[in-house]
């Protein structure tokens, strides 16, 4: 099964990041994560999504505030899917949710909430389960979970 990597702009992150890494855990998934910065750390940045795939990576999440360029330079650099997290530093999260969403065309970033990274680890299982049946299942599995805390509600 492919690894996910996490990747953030800055330790503050951290807090926000670790919800996908809860989820990632639950679903029986490794994952990686790490600061690297699109504007602190380019050079580090653009190594990491260039092997991302040869170290065993299937999807990357980006999470960043303010200008948050990381999950672009991701992008532009790997062919894996990425899963932009728009980190709530400045403005309530609005510069980074924009910087995030708006890539340009062919170098497309998907994106969730602002601190959604729950979410956003959520997506990179479900783009994992298209390959893999038993995760498939426990998608079903944790969906039916879902709905059953919804009804008790």
């Known amino acids: ?4 990597a996490i990747v953030m702009g800055s330790g503050s992150d951290r807090p926000v990041m670790e919800k996908a890494v809860a989820i990632l855990d639950r679903f029986g998934i490794e994952s990686d994560m790490r600061v690297l910065s699109a504007h602190k750390t380019p ?11 040869a170290n065993g990576f299937g999807v990357i999440i980006a999470g960043a505030g303010k200008a948050a360029h ?3 330079v991701m992008a532009a650099k790997s062919l894996l899917p990425v899963i932009g997290v728009p980190i709530n530093a400045s403005l309530d999260g609005m510069d980074s949710l924009l910087a995030t969403v708006q890539m340009p065309t062919g170098i497309p970033v998907a994106t969730v909430a602002i601190d959604g990274s729950t979410n956003a680890a959520l997506l990179a299982v479900q783009i994992l389960a298209t390959a893999d049946p038993a995760l498939r299942e426990k998608l079903i599995e944790y969906r039916a979970e879902l709905r059953q805390k919804t009804l008790a509600g």
């Open 1 to 4: 099964m492919s690894k996910v």
């Open 43 to 53: 050079d580090d940045a653009i190594a990491f999504a260039e092997g991302a795939e």
């Open 70 to 72: 990381l999950g672009g």
